[in-house]
């Protein structure tokens, strides 16, 4: 069974930097892109970053560019997103997903159930 | 940027009816197009990709139609679980999610 599990999440103020992650199992973690996908409270989803299943091919939401930084650790089967000069528009439960094909911009086949980044001074 | 539009807003319906969702692409996507489901509290569930395809153990239910601009979500015959936010997704220029459309009862 495909099991993703974010940790991580919390209240920060303004400014200040947060880094969650993901627990990957019950599949073949390195063969498999990864995503960051979020939600503000009551509001639609919103994209936020993907990694190719090695690592190298990246890209990020021009809302979080410059800010944000995924990355992956296969040996760990584990998916980190570091989040700096965070904003209070950045307060959303966070998802983390899974790509169906592999490819780097995919369909999200498998979600964890999320961990709420909550910006507030 | 592709915008993603979805249509209605909302769709009051009862069980046993049928549902059609719309989702606009601002530019074609060809048929990187995808439908998700989401119940409150919980993560969303794929049910449909590349336009038409159902996802693995979705219900013969849900049916997908659509290429270029246009999509459509059907749900043939409401069963009272199916009552939720539906989001449509492209992939065919980055990422991009619909607003989504809230179908209840």
């Known amino acids: 069974e495909v099991r993703l599990v974010e940790s991580g999440g919390g209240l920060v103020k303004p400014g200040e930097s947060l880094i969650i992650s993901c627990a990957a199992s019950g599949f073949t973690f390195e063969t498999y892109s990864m995503n960051w996908v979020r939600q503000a409270p009551g509001r639609g989803l919103e994209w936020v970053s993907s990694i190719g299943y090695s690592g190298i091919d990246i890209r990020y939401a021009d809302s979080v560019k410059g800010r944000f930084t995924i990355s992956r650790d296969n040996a760990k089967n584990s998916l980190s997103l570091q989040m700096n000069s965070l904003r209070a528009e950045d307060t959303a439960m966070y998802y983390c997903?899974?790509?169906?094909?592999?490819?780097?911009?995919?369909?999200?086949?498998?979600w964890g159930q999320g961990t709420l980044v909550t910006v507030s001074s | 940027e592709i915008v993603l539009t979805q249509s209605p807003d909302t769709l009051s319906l009862s069980p046993g009816e049928r549902a059609t969702l719309s989702c606009r692409a601002s530019?074609?996507?060809?048929?990187?197009l995808a439908w998700y489901q989401q119940k409150p509290g919980q993560a969303p569930r794929l049910l449909i990709k590349?336009?038409?395809d159902r996802a693995t153990g979705i219900p013969a239910r849900f049916s997908g139609s659509g290429s270029g601009t246009d999509f459509t979500l059907t749900i043939s015959s409401l069963e009272p679980e199916d009552f939720a936010i539906y989001y449509c997704?492209?992939?065919?220029?980055?990422?991009?999610f619909g607003p989504g459309t809230k179908v209840h009862i």
């Open positions: 997704q492209q992939r065919s220029d980055k990422i991009s």
């Open positions: 997903a899974r790509g169906h094909y592999g490819d780097l911009f995919d369909w999200f086949d498998s």
């Open positions: 530019q074609s996507v060809s048929s990187y």
């Open positions: 590349d336009a038409s």
